[in-house]
């Protein structure tokens, strides 16, 4: 492999050195108990790597030593002061006296090696380990199925997956004491069990690493410190996942069981919903019968309102037209007057003027003729005042008639619209049927019979609602049958010129003609016969 390669590569996919080494420190509490065992603490890392779990180890106080073959590995252990040499797994143990370590690590080797390989690798590992010495091995979990089918691939130096059962029982079978198997990466909310698990938890939610930390024999009092450590449960297999998901499936199907149960129950039969139909029918026409009841009352209040507007308008009205015709006469009077006045004024003061020009010594003729003519404009400004005061009385007049005009318009208009809207139109059937019930019953058929050529063609019109009514025509015989004499009877046919019968027209299947098309139409039938004589 090329030099460096396997380092850019460890880099890039094994994660950064601050987070793989916060994965590693869930392996100390393993480790503590050996502290109070042994006074040195003497740990051999398998595959060291970049030298976190050497670094980690360092900081709490215990002696470890790293072995691995990548020389860019190497070269990061040594650039950050930790002790690590180029020698091979097995030759590292080899080496090592037995009983000699407290410990021996190796995290991403065992997918590494061979199989026999790894099987010397555990059995060394047991004869140089201290009695109720670790021997932590991790590695990809096979278990995982995003890890299994393909990330494990993605290293092109692994061999091949190793169960989490197989490594376990490769333990015990070498002479350890006990194994336990520690998976530490999985997501932390799939550990609330109220969460509801989906399908991709289930591919993706197991962990993607796992642990074998195995235990050499030692004395009872010995082990009992790591009584803790070993009893807690790490992680979620594959089947607890697939067995709360399963659960969880089964509950929520129950659930949609129990609601279509309900479901079904709560449906109405046929015979139900027949009665519940026609009694949304009855429903929906005693609405319709009672807005056209209140509309055609409505109606007549409007009516009756707009009758007593329009007499009280015709009475103002004639009111103001004979006031105004005595306002007019009063002015003509004014005026008449006023012309009078204007023509003694002329008179006083031509004879005035002649009596002062023949006598100008008579100062008390002169006297009255001033007081005469004083009197004669008094009177005069008190005529124009009273025209002016009449003129205004006109003007007030004119005024309000001109308001009654613009009321009785506005009445007009909200009638008209009335008449003209969709509720007074759809409500017209209703009153027509409404005024033939309440009348005698020789005109509820006249009207009827009369009703029927327009029925015929509204419906010709509609060939949907002619359907339906076609349909329920022939649910009803009797009805039918009334129907068509009243037709006959209603629009019997007239002889023509020489005798014959023009054919009557059909129930429905055509639109009716008018009087004068039935008068074409005898016409055409008579100028036919004449034609075959």
Same mark, same amino acid.
């Given at each position: 492999?090329?030099?460096?390669?396997?380092? =850019?590569?460890?880099?890039?996919?094994?994660?950064?050195?601050?987070?793989?080494? +916060?994965?590693? &420190?869930?392996?100390?509490?393993?480790?503590?108990?050996?502290?109070?065992?042994?006074?040195?603490?003497?740990?051999?890392?398998?595959?060291?790597?970049?030298?976190?779990?050497l &670094?980690?180890? !360092?900081?709490?106080?215990?002696?470890?030593?790293?072995?691995?073959?990548?020389?860019?590995?190497?070269?990061?252990?040594?650039?950050?002061?930790?002790?690590?040499?180029?020698?091979?797994?097995?030759?590292a143990?080899?080496?090592?006296?037995?009983?000699? /370590?407290?410990?021996?690590?190796?995290?991403?080797?065992?997918?590494?090696?061979?199989?026999?390989?790894?099987?010397?690798?555990?059995?060394q590992?047991?004869?140089?380990?201290?009695?109720?010495?670790?021997?932590?091995?991790?590695?990809?979990n096979?278990?995982?199925l995003?890890?299994?089918?393909?990330?494990?691939y993605?290293?092109?130096?692994?061999?091949?997956p190793?169960?989490?059962?197989?490594?376990?029982?490769?333990?015990?079978?070498?002479?350890? @004491?006990?194994?336990?198997?520690?998976r530490?990466?999985?997501?932390?909310?799939?550990h609330d069990?109220?969460?509801?698990?989906?399908?991709?938890?289930?591919?993706t939610?197991?962990?993607?690493?796992?642990?074998?930390?195995?235990?050499?024999?030692?004395?009872?009092?010995s082990l009992?410190?790591?009584?803790?450590?070993?009893e807690?449960?790490?992680? *979620?297999?594959?089947? /607890?996942l697939?067995?709360?998901?399963?659960?969880?499936?089964e509950?929520?199907l129950?659930?949609?069981?129990h609601?279509?149960a309900?479901?079904?129950? /709560?449906?109405m039969?046929?015979?139900?919903?027949?009665?519940?139909?026609?009694?949304?029918?009855?429903?929906?026409?005693?609405?319709?019968?009672? @807005?056209?009841?209140?509309?055609t009352?409505?109606?007549?209040?409007?009516?009756?309102?707009?009758?007593?507007?329009?007499?009280?308008?015709?009475?103002q009205?004639?009111?103001?037209?004979?006031?105004?015709?005595?306002?007019?006469?009063?002015?003509?009077?004014?005026?008449?007057?006023?012309?009078?006045?204007?023509?003694r004024?002329?008179?006083?003061?031509?004879?005035?003027?002649?009596?002062?020009?023949?006598?100008l010594?008579? =100062?008390?003729r002169?006297?009255?003729?001033?007081? &005469?003519?004083?009197?004669?404009?008094?009177?005069?400004?008190?005529?124009?005042?009273?025209?002016?005061?009449?003129?205004? +009385?006109?003007? /007030?007049?004119? =005024?309000?008639?001109?308001?009654?005009?613009?009321?009785?318009?506005?009445?007009e208009?909200?009638? +008209?619209?009335?008449?003209?809207?969709?509720?007074?139109?759809?409500?017209?059937?209703?009153?027509?049927? =409404?005024?033939?019930?309440?009348?005698?019953?020789?005109?509820?058929?006249? *009207?009827?019979?009369?009703?029927?050529p327009?029925?015929?063609?509204?419906? @010709?019109?509609r060939?949907? !609602? $002619?359907?339906?009514v *076609?349909?329920?025509?022939?649910?009803?015989?009797?009805?039918?049958?009334?129907?068509?004499?009243?037709? $006959?009877s209603?629009?019997?046919p007239?002889?023509?010129?020489?005798?014959?019968?023009?054919?009557?027209?059909?129930?429905v299947?055509?639109?009716p003609?008018t009087? $004068?098309?039935r008068?074409?139409?005898q016409?055409?039938?008579?100028?036919?016969?004449?034609?075959?004589?």
């Amino acid at each position: 492999m090329m030099d460096g390669f396997y380092r =850019g590569f460890e880099d890039r996919y094994r994660g950064s050195r601050e987070l793989i080494s +916060q994965r590693l &420190e869930a392996y100390l509490p393993f480790l503590a108990p050996l502290k109070d065992l042994y006074t040195d603490y003497p740990i051999l890392d398998l595959g060291c790597g970049r030298g976190e779990w050497l &670094e980690l180890l !360092m900081r709490e106080g215990y002696a470890p030593m790293g072995v691995d073959l990548d020389e860019g590995m190497l070269e990061a252990c040594r650039a950050s002061g930790l002790p690590a040499r180029n020698i091979d797994a097995i030759s590292a143990l080899r080496e090592l006296p037995d009983a000699s /370590q407290v410990a021996v690590t190796g995290f991403h080797i065992a997918e590494h090696l061979p199989f026999e390989v790894l099987q010397e690798l555990v059995a060394q590992a047991l004869r140089v380990l201290r009695p109720a010495g670790l021997l932590i091995l991790e590695t990809p979990n096979a278990e995982s199925l995003v890890v299994g089918t393909n990330s494990f691939y993605l290293d092109p130096t692994h061999e091949r997956p190793l169960p989490s059962l197989l490594l376990s029982f490769l333990a015990e079978y070498s002479g350890f @004491a006990r194994a336990k198997i520690v998976r530490l990466q999985e997501p932390a909310e799939l550990h609330d069990q109220s969460r509801r698990l989906g399908v991709l938890d289930v591919l993706t939610g197991t962990s993607p690493d796992y642990a074998i930390v195995a235990q050499k024999q030692a004395a009872p009092e010995s082990l009992t410190a790591f009584e803790e450590a070993f009893e807690a449960a790490y992680g *979620m297999a594959l089947d /607890q996942l697939a067995a709360r998901y399963d659960h969880a499936l089964e509950h929520r199907l129950a659930g949609l069981e129990h609601e279509v149960a309900t479901s079904r129950e /709560q449906l109405m039969t046929r015979e139900q919903f027949s009665e519940a139909l026609e009694h949304a029918h009855r429903h929906h026409t005693q609405q319709l019968n009672n @807005a056209h009841c209140q509309q055609t009352e409505q109606l007549r209040l409007i009516q009756e309102r707009h009758a007593l507007d329009m007499d009280a308008l015709r009475n103002q009205a004639a009111l103001t037209q004979e006031q105004n015709a005595l306002l007019l006469q009063q002015s003509a009077e004014l005026q008449r007057g006023h012309q009078e006045l204007v023509e003694r004024t002329a008179a006083l003061q031509a004879d005035l003027e002649q009596s002062i020009g023949s006598n100008l010594t008579s =100062g008390k003729r002169t006297s009255d003729l001033e007081a &005469e003519l004083n009197q004669s404009l008094n009177n005069a400004h008190t005529w124009y005042l009273r025209a002016t005061d009449l003129e205004a +009385q006109l003007n /007030q007049s004119l =005024g309000n008639a001109h308001t009654w005009f613009l009321r009785a318009n506005q009445h007009e208009q909200y009638v +008209q619209t009335l008449r003209e809207s969709t509720s007074w139109r759809v409500t017209g059937p209703l009153r027509l049927l =409404g005024r033939g019930v309440r009348a005698p019953k020789h005109i509820a058929r006249s *009207m009827l019979g009369r009703s029927l050529p327009h029925a015929r063609l509204w419906l @010709a019109r509609r060939p949907a !609602m $002619r359907r339906v009514v *076609m349909a329920l025509l022939g649910r009803c015989p009797r009805l039918t049958e009334k129907l068509y004499n009243l037709n $006959r009877s209603t629009q019997a046919p007239q002889p023509a010129a020489d005798g014959s019968v023009a054919p009557l027209p059909p129930m429905v299947d055509q639109a009716p003609l008018t009087a $004068r098309g039935r008068t074409i139409e005898q016409a055409l039938w008579a100028a036919i016969k004449k034609s075959q004589n």
